[in-house]
């Protein structure tokens, strides 16, 4: 299908990603913050309103509370949103494609890892004119929704600093 291959070339297209964006909670509450991509295996969430930095590092994903001076480990491969910094994103191959709706203004492909239908959904949504990520959506295994709007962003406008994608751990000293 055309409108597949168009969604994943963009996609691997990407090397960097840095931008704004708003995030509309399951409780409805509302964060924003600036998001930061480098492809392959990191990214960056920062938030302006509260004390949460997340980070992927390319092995794993960190939860860093810079209040309690506390860091969570996950598994990037346990998580959805790997779906972001895989360096080849391919739908035929570890995605299955659950919803490809196309609009006058919009397209949104929903997305679940083929072998780990555990972690949940994932959602793309692009505008048409010009053909731009504009949101994802995240719905976790319990139904729990989480919908980010970017806004100002900057697509490979070169290297990102590495010292965003690395966070040391206050237990192991200073």
């Known amino acids: 299908m055309q409108l597949l291959k ?10 960097s990603i840095k931008s704004n964006f708003v995030q509309l909670n399951p409780e409805g509450s509302l964060n924003d913050g600036v998001f930061y991509l480098s492809k392959p295996g990191k990214f960056r969430w920062e938030y302006n309103d509260q004390p949460l930095i997340i980070v992927a590092n ?11 001076e506390q860091i969570n480990y996950v598994p ?7 779906l972001l910094i895989q ?30 239908k555990d972690i949940g959904e994932f959602s793309f949504i ?4 010009p053909f731009r990520l504009g949101k994802i959506e995240l719905v976790d295994n319990i139904e729990q929704k989480i919908i980010v709007t970017f806004f100002e962003m900057s697509i490979n406008q070169g290297k990102i600093n590495n ?7 206050p237990r192991l000293g200073k």
């Open 163 to 169: 010292s965003l994608f690395t966070i040391k751990d």
């Open 126 to 129: 692009f505008q048409n004119e």
């Open 58 to 68: 390319g092995k794993s994903l960190m939860y860093y509370d810079t209040e309690l």
């Open 6 to 15: 168009k969604i994943e070339q963009y996609l691997n297209n990407i090397d």
């Open 76 to 82: 990037i491969e346990k998580s959805i949103a790997a």
């Open 87 to 116: 360096t080849n994103i391919s739908f035929s191959e570890d995605l299955k494609v659950l919803d490809l709706v196309k609009k006058d203004d919009s397209t949104k492909i929903t997305l679940m890892k083929k072998n780990q």
